[in-house]
Nanobody, 125 residues
């Protein structure tokens, strides 16, 4: 049974940082793309970042480029999202997802097969 479990969300002041983790289990993910998406109340789910599990290639939404970094630890089967210089508009439920490569287009949620339950990120101004 595939499981993606996010952690690391919380409340942070604007300008602060958080690191989200996504622990993956239940299968081999070497041929998968791992993505982070977010959804704020009243808004559509939005692509944040993605990483190829085997080669580590990354992709980012324009809104987070230069502030967020996605990475993975193959030994721990965990994907991370380091979020710096957080803004109030970054507040949302962040979810990780896994899709069998290739995921085209990489920012489309429907291309991802497995999803975690999400973790709340709140940014105070």
């Amino acid at each position: 049974q595939v499981q993606l479990v996010e952690s690391g969300g919380g409340l942070v002041q604007a300008g602060g940082s958080l690191r989200l983790s996504c622990a993956a289990s239940g299968r081999t993910f070497s041929s998968y793309i791992m993505g982070w998406f977010r959804q704020a109340p009243g808004k559509e789910r939005e692509f944040v970042a993605a990483i190829g599990w085997s080669r580590g290639g990354t992709d980012y939404a324009d809104s987070v480029k230069g502030r967020f970094t996605i990475s993975r630890d193959n030994d721990k089967n965990t994907v991370y999202l380091q979020m710096n210089s957080l803004k109030p508009e970054d507040a949302a439920v962040y979810s990780c997802a896994a899709g069998r490569a290739p995921v085209i287009p990489i920012n489309q949620a429907r291309r991802y097969e497995y999803w975690g339950q999400g973790t709340q990120v709140t940014v105070s101004s």
